[in-house]
C-alpha cells in the first residue's frame, strides 16, 4: 500500500481493513509526472452548501483552470447544473461511487453497484455518458478485486501525490492546508493535489453544518484557499493545466467529447 496513513493512530478493526488496501495515494515519481505541472482534483463535490462548489468553478475560470471533479452520485443528483457546468467549462468529472460509503469497507457486489449508480448519477446529469471514464474511490482506499471490476468496466483510477487531507480540517485552519499544498509541490516538484469541495452527501453535510457551523463540513472556505494557492503557484513558476502532457505519458486520456 502505497504512502500508509500513521496506522497507529487508527483502531485495530480500521488498521486490519487498511492494511489490506490499495490506495491512490502515490508519488509524481511513481506516475512519471513533468517536472512543475500541478493538476487539482477535488473530491465528494458538488457542494452547494454556501455556492462552494459555484464559488470553486469561478476562481477555476479566472486563471483558465481545468481540474478533476471527483463527484459522488447522490450529489451530483442533487446539483445536476453544477455537473453540467463543470463539464461545459472544460473540467474533468470522476466517478466518486455513488454514495458516502468508503470503496474499502463494501463487498464485490455492493461496490459494482455503486459504481454504476455513481456513474448513471453523472450521465442522467449531463445528459450523456461523460469520456474518458475516471473513477477515484471514496475513501482513497481500495481492495485488488475492486480495482480489477474498475478496469474490467473501462475505468482508469485516479490517483493523487498531494494529500493534506482537508477534508477533516475546519476554515479556521485554512493556512495549514495552504502551507503544506506548497510545501509538498515545492518538495516533489508539482503534482497532483487533493481537495474536497464537498464532504459527505449533501443531506448529511447539511445536518452537520447545522449543528456545528464551523466544522470540517463546512468547505466555503475551499475557494479562497485555492486561489491562494494559485497566486503562490504561479508565482513560483508551476505549470497549473496541461492535460495533453498527462495524456502523452499514458496515464490519463484527457477527453472531453462526448
Request: with cysteine; hydrophobic share 35%; net charge negative.
Amino acid at each position: 500500500m502505497h504512502n500508509k496513513l500513521k496506522l497507529w493512530l487508527l483502531p485495530p478493526l480500521l488498521l486490519f481493513l487498511l492494511s489490506s488496501c490499495q490506495s491512490i495515494n502515490r508519488s509524481g515519481t511513481d506516475l512519471r509526472l513533468p517536472p512543475a505541472l500541478v493538476f487539482f482534483s477535488f473530491d465528494d463535490g458538488p457542494g452547494g452548501h454556501d455556492d462552494t462548489t459555484a464559488r470553486l468553478l469561478d476562481v477555476l475560470k479566472k486563471y483558465e483552470i481545468r481540474a478533476l471533479f471527483c463527484l459522488l452520485g447522490e450529489n451530483a443528483e442533487y446539483y445536476p447544473d453544477l455537473v453540467k457546468r463543470m463539464h461545459d467549462e472544460g473540467h474533468y468529472l470522476v466517478n466518486h461511487g455513488y454514495s458516502e460509503k468508503h470503496a474499502y469497507r463494501m463487498n464485490e457486489v455492493e461496490f459494482t453497484n455503486n459504481l454504476v449508480r455513481g456513474a448513471e448519477a453523472i450521465s442522467s446529469a449531463l445528459g450523456f455518458e461523460p469520456n474518458p471514464k475516471l473513477y477515484r474511490p471514496h475513501g482513497g482506499f481500495y481492495h485488488s478485486k475492486q480495482e480489477k471490476i474498475c478496469v474490467d468496466n473501462g475505468y482508469i483510477l485516479v490517483p493523487v501525490t498531494v494529500r493534506v487531507y482537508d477534508a477533516v480540517i475546519a476554515g479556521e485552519e485554512r493556512d495549514v492546508v495552504v502551507r503544506k499544498v506548497i510545501r509538498k509541490l515545492e518538495k516533489w516538484n508539482g503534482g497532483i493535489i487533493l481537495l474536497h469541495d464537498g464532504r459527505d452527501s449533501h443531506s448529511r453535510r447539511e445536518k452537520r453544518v447545522a449543528k456545528l457551523p464551523h466544522s470540517s463540513y463546512d468547505r466555503s472556505w475551499i475557494p479562497e484557499t485555492v486561489e491562494e494557492i494559485i497566486t503562490v503557484l504561479l508565482e513560483k513558476g508551476f505549470i497549473l493545466d496541461n492535460p495533453d502532457v498527462l495524456t502523452a505519458i499514458g496515464h490519463f486520456n484527457f477527453s472531453t467529447t462526448e
